[in-house]
């Protein structure tokens, strides 16, 4: 059974940081590409960032370029987001998501259950 499951989220200041966590189970993770996907409060959900199987292909969002950077450890089965600088706007649950093959072109197929950020002073 395919689990991830994000870690790592929480209450932080305008202007502080956080790094997200997610841990991969039930299948080889070394395998598939990755992604992180926000939603806040009453919007739809909307991508942050991307990564292949690999890790050596990165894509972001323009709302989180040169703030947040997405990296993965594939030796420990997770994948982690860091970010930085962080806004108000930036507040919503971050799902960690997995695309159904190696590269960031296969389309998403599984979801964790979301991690909380809070960017508020």
């Known amino acids: 059974e395919v689990q991830l499951v994000e870690s790592g989220g929480g209450l932080v200041q305008p202007g502080g940081s956080l790094r997200l966590s997610c841990a991969a189970s039930g299948f080889t993770f070394r395998r598939y590409a990755m992604s992180w996907v926000r939603q806040a409060p009453g919007t739809g959900r909307e991508w942050v960032s991307k990564i292949n199987s690999s890790g050596d292909s990165t894509r972001y969002a323009d709302s989180v370029k040169g703030r947040f950077t997405i990296s993965r450890d594939n030796a420990k089965n997770t994948l982690y987001l860091q970010m930085n600088s962080l806004k108000p706007d930036d507040t919503a649950v971050y799902y960690c998501?997995?695309?159904?093959?190696?590269?960031?072109?296969?389309?998403?197929?599984?979801w964790g259950l979301g991690a909380q950020v809070t960017v508020s002073s």
């Open positions: 998501a997995r695309h159904a093959g190696s590269t960031v072109y296969n389309e998403i197929d599984y």
